[in-house]
């Protein structure tokens, strides 16, 4: 059992829990995932980690309710616990000095890609950091990027806060600018770190997105988070979970992540009759997507 | 060194135990259990076993215990059973197999045991499984957690990294020799394989609690959630935690693909993640359980391979409501590495059997789903490196087989993570761990392994063999200290 030591919402349906996990808040490295299990008959799903403190035995990781198992998550409170947590999982972020590197987060994915332009920043890098949200509620880590970054660009796809449009507006105006940019670093919704890759593609800049396909064990065995790279099969929980952006086929990723809709609307919609489900009952209890950018 | 002579208490002269048959094994009918996930075999009762013990011709030599992996003394336990001793029966199992209940279930006893009973050359072979899982389940339900001997404490402290049957092994043989043993599992149930890659219906997993309770009982301690190489490495285990040796016992790795067009078409799984969606996760128990599967009912599903791993899917998908299902194999059904028994059995349930067929491509129905395999027909040529005869293509023998779902199962590959963590480590050239076959020693010092991490894919007791050798030599390392 894993006890949750704080858990408060950060967002409308976003909740920031500090997990007791000594085992993993020691070994925890920027780009890392943990898998946990919440109930008995629960599934197993991959969470961001947004840091960890070694000293204190405790890891941070960011929830979105989303589907069933993360709506049940993020209706856990501080005291309760959680069944299975096992990790740090994944290759860590690469770390060095690139230069100049342009650190996106959209929506949730702005707490996987914290650590990294941490440890980026800390490497000696000049850090350009762009976060958006759907509206100025899901802009998520704004204050922690700044202490990060030497600029911080904010979007909001409904212009509620900073300004309207897209994250890869920015950087597109970045690299129109004459901005020379070593390295990009993208983690959000899918069709956010695809659009990021098509802007990077052109100018040829090394862009990094973090995957999360759908995944069972998350430790080498399964296969189920095959994705193909160059076209050849690779395995976001053993040879990522990130990846160089220009050389993932997004058609198979979104399209294998689609392949349980059915199974996990039909989940949700229990879920959500059941009684119990009542006690999540928040102000931020609704379920919200985060920004995307769709063509 | 002689075996231990024991008396026979078998009234039988040889003549009259040659003329009794082969005491089949209960199971459910075919047609009822295609439809479930519970166990097929249903045991022997007492007066089965009996008779099936009545007909050993008690070798003075017994081919029997030189063909088992672990060495376990077939004649002598066969003995108690004739006498009616059958916790003294499973005593004598347990002195080489702590995991009596399950190799009684999945072990390949034709390669082994009984493939060199002599009884066979005159007709079939002793039912030496058979009667394992029968003085087994028996001991299991006389369990009394009192009646376990604790070995004298050396306060060594040996780590196991897994709890498949390598691990399991390893753990229980060392703790009979008072170690104390601590188990690394990665995953949230103990067991490995057994629990994520082997179907109810073969292996209840009530089963696989029940040995790993009595293991608690012997000492063993366990811990889930630990992915040895991310969450702790072998290095910290050894400087840090004050373990005197390590066993790495990780088992297969990632699935092998075949690399042929279409095979990332939802519907394409590999058996390792559509067995531990049904094993470990209970998809077939959708929406009891929150795993999800896809929808086999009325679907046509094929599996690729002809191994235990393949007939487990298959079966399976039979159990979800499958219209039709069939096995692809390219080579002719007496290569097929599977039990004869699950064969049997999976012919009894309606699986057809496309031997001497490959696909080479999978086709999509046009929305990212698998619609169809297109097969091809082989002949056999000459051996290949395996001993076996190697498949080659007919040209112009293509066909497309309508499928809604194929599972592949044709093999795996090392699984990188404890051995990119932990320097020093030699692997051979396909990434698996270099072990000495005898002590299962590596190139680090106090460092074992053995399972399927060392030899690739293989069987459960293959794997135990393994971990009672590295559990002998962890001994004599712990007690000389010499490497």
Redesign the interface.
Known sequence: MFKIVHAQFIAPGIKRFIIEAP??AR?QRPGQFVIV?IVD????IPLTIEKSNPQKGTVNIVVQSIG??THLLNSLDTGDSI???????GKPSQIANFGTVVAIGGGVGTAMAYPTALALKRAGNRVISIIGGRSKDLVILEKEMREVSDAVLVTTDDGSYADQGLVTDKLRQLIDSGTTINLVLAVGPIPMMRAVAEVTRRQNIRTIVSLNPIM??G??????C?V?IDGR?E?AC?DGPEFEAHRI?FD?LV??N???RE??R??LE?YRSEPEAKKAGTKFDDAVGCTAEVK | MPATPTKSKNPLPNRDRLKIPRQHMPERPAGERAHQFTEVNLGYSADLARQEALRCIECAKPTCTEGCPVGVKVKEFIQLIVDGDYLGAAAKIREDNVLPAITGRVCPQEDHCEGDCLLKKKGESMGIGYLERFVADYEQEHFDAKNIIKATPTGKKVAIVGSGPSGLTAAGDLVQKGHQVHVFEALHEIGGVLVYGIPEFRLPKQIIRDQVDYMRAMGVEFETDVVVGRTVTIDELMEEEGFDAVFIGTGAGLPQFMGIPGEHLNGVYSANEFLTRINLMHAYEFPRYDEPIVDFRGKDVAVIGGGNTALDAIRSALRLGARKAYVLYRRSEAEMPARIEEVQHAKEEGIEFHVLTAPIEFLSDGKGWLHAARCQKMALGEPDASGRRRPVPITGSEYDLPLSVAVIAIGTSANPIVQSTTPGLNTNKKGYIEADPTTQKTSRSGVFAGGDIVTGSATVILAMGAGRRAAEAIHEYLTTSQW
């Not at chain 1, 008959?41 to 197993?44: C, D, N």
């Not at chain 1, 430790?219 to 189920?224: I, P």
């Open positions: 085992r993993i070994k299990r008959h629960g599934e197993r069933k198992t069944l299975d947590m096992v990790g740090p999982l069972i064990d430790t080498g065995m399964c296969g189920g095959r193909l099969s395995f053993v086929d198979i399209q294998r689609a392949m349980y199974a996990e039909r989940s229990d």
